[in-house]
């Protein structure tokens, strides 16, 4: 009986232990750059380039506003927000390691963004890019 039970509560301190490991792990993130960059790069078939990816970046399009309008054409530093004025931190994983680490804050702002500028979704192919270029920058 007493084993038993012991037995048991083993089983909860373990249940507790790899809950908790969850909970840190979805606080740290469930994606990276590196991971981003294979999967957008089996999506769309092809290998990323990053200078294409710095071109598209600082590219304008119609409506005047390019990527670097608001996250600023070196991604290492601050941007500052085209309409609202606001900061915006850096988007370089290097420099701030939250960027590129949770796969739906980067869909949502990739969705979101990519309409602003070009009225359109991006291609697998051009989040590629992105990541390519950003993932290495100081
Ligand atoms: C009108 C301003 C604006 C423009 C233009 C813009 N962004 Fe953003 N972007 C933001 C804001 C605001 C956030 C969310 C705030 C934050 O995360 O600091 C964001 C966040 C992101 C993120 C989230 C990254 C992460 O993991 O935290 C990515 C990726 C991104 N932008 C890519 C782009 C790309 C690519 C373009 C060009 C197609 C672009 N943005 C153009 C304002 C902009």
Not at 122 to 132: F, G, H, N
Request: some cysteine; glycine content about 6%.
């Amino acid at each position: 009986m007493t084993s038993h039970n012991t037995f048991i509560s083993l089983r909860g301190i373990l249940a507790g232990l790899v809950s908790l490991l969850m909970i840190g792990a979805s606080f740290a993130g469930d994606t990276s750059p590196d991971a981003l960059l294979t999967q957008y790069q089996q999506a769309a078939g092809q290998k990323a380039d990053r200078l294409r990816g710095q071109k598209f970046f600082n590219a304008k399009a119609a409506n005047d506003l390019s990527c670097a309008s608001c996250h600023g054409a070196s991604p290492a530093q601050p941007g500052k927000h085209a309409s609202t004025g606001k900061t915006i931190a850096p988007l370089a994983p290097l420099v701030n390691p939250d960027r590129f680490s949770d796969s739906a804050k980067v869909e949502k702002w990739f969705r979101r963004n990519c309409k602003d500028v070009l009225s359109r979704e991006c291609t697998p192919l051009e989040k590629a890019d992105v990541v390519a270029y950003l993932k290495e920058m100081k």
